[in-house]
């Protein structure tokens, strides 16, 4: 018997045509887009709402919150949400900030 699972990814990215190749591809591969936002506010209220499995997470996004500051400090603690970092840029400033948590680029 088949699973029909499918992972429910969240895409957070503030550039349009990269969000939507983005989520081209995640359905390409059999999975779900759950939601696409641009701004780490929206997203962690998409995230209490839908509880994505899995987060594809710009880090450098518009608003007053980072993705970094997102994926760190702002996710639910009860929940096992996986999220990667997506770096569209080599900003020295947001590569050395995810170094320090422990991300690879």
Do not use: H, W
């Not at 699973?3 to 591809?25: P, Q, R």
């Not at 390409?28 to 709402?49: H, M, S, T």
């Not at 009860?78 to 170094?99: C, H, I, K, P, Y």
């Amino acid at each position: 018997m088949m699973n029909t699972y499918s992972l429910n990814v969240l895409i957070v990215e503030d550039d349009l045509s990269f969000s939507i190749e983005l989520g081209m591809l995640v359905e390409e591969i059999g999975y779900q887009v759950a939601g696409r936002v641009d701004n780490a506010e929206e997203a962690q209220a998409l995230i209490e709402q839908k509880v994505p499995d899995f987060i594809l997470l710009d880090i450098d996004l518009k608003g007053k919150m980072t993705g970094l500051e997102l994926g760190e400090a702002q996710l639910p603690t009860s929940t096992t949400v996986q999220n990667d970092r997506l770096f569209g840029q080599t900003d020295q400033r947001f590569l050395a900030e995810s170094g320090d948590r422990n991300s690879c680029p």
